[in-house]
């Protein structure tokens, strides 16, 4: 079969590969549909540490079911599916409490680390445990479902923030996950919804899917305008979803006191950290890792209309243009927001 490898670093190459070998609990998909993940772009110069090549990357995806195993459960030749990133073991602690996401032998589709290799879905076919398996509903093409991974990254963050109707919530990062993060508040009631970022066309894309307010925080008299739209007090819950020292400043002094800060970018592996003023003011940090069973959901907020994921695709070509596509999104071509491959 034809696959993108990263076959060393910086160089992606459109090849035969072997086609994967299904294990009795396992599905094989024909993918219709694979997102390249901003993680992915990283991943391409080794700055993550996390796709070793050779691998085939690719988590954001969406097929048919082309061959199952004996094992794995119900499910059909033909069917139309997507499937979690992460592939939990659903034995362990965790697992047995439902934080799959949290799973002590947990891998992601598409990574290469010094602990384990699982390719991923930049291929005509790919090998996944029925388990993380979900079915795309009516009306739901394969592109939209593709998309519903991040989706369901944003919709466990959201939850976790556990926003009530009227609250005040700042979004810091309007990159696709803080869109969709922007979105997932709407359905929720939350209001005002504010959305920071540097960049004067992520702010109009923000404003065009629903934010109530667009500010850059670099601009003077940022927090001003934050506490004027929230009574003086700042907001009662803030997302952080870049991932660096400057998007975590920003987000910590919006919040107020006792709100609630969602840490869901990261980007850098260490960033500084107001440490009391975060004690003082008793803001609750809570990390948001991946998903936890949120796909289904987020699919159907998709189906329903209340999340709209066409806008944010930038692109569609076909696989074997990924490399070219790949370089774009790296060098931040004004823009490219999700570029979808097609196998």
Known sequence: MKALVLREYGKLVYEDVEEPQIQPD??????????????DVHGMDGSTGRRIPPVIMGHEASGR???????AGDW??????AFDSLIWCGECWHCRRGETNLCDDRRVLGVSCDDYR????FARYVAIPHRVLVRIPDGVGFEQAALGEPLAVAFHAVRLGRPQVGESVL???????GLLVLQVLKTAGCAPIIVADVDPGKLTRARDLGADV???????GFLERVRGETAGRGTDCSFEVVGAGAAL???????????????VGNLAPKVEFALQYAVTREIALLGSCASQGEYAGSLNLIARGRVKVDSLISA????????????RLYRREAGLLKVVLQP
């Open 26 to 39: 396992e599905v094989l998909v024909e993918v219709k549909a694979c997102g390249i993940c901003g993680s």
């Open 65 to 71: 079911i082309a061959e199952r195993g004996p094992a």
């Open 76 to 81: 059909k030749v033909g069917e139309a599916v």
């Open 118 to 121: 699982r390719d991923g879905a």
């Open 171 to 177: 979004v810091v990062g309007a990159g696709m996950i």
């Open 214 to 220: 667009a500010l850059d925080p670099s601009e003077p």
């Open 249 to 263: 400043a920003t987000a910590l002094s919006s919040v107020r006191k006792g709100g609630r800060l969602v840490l």
């Open 316 to 327: 569609r070509a076909p696989l074997s243009d990924g490399a070219t596509w790949f370089d």
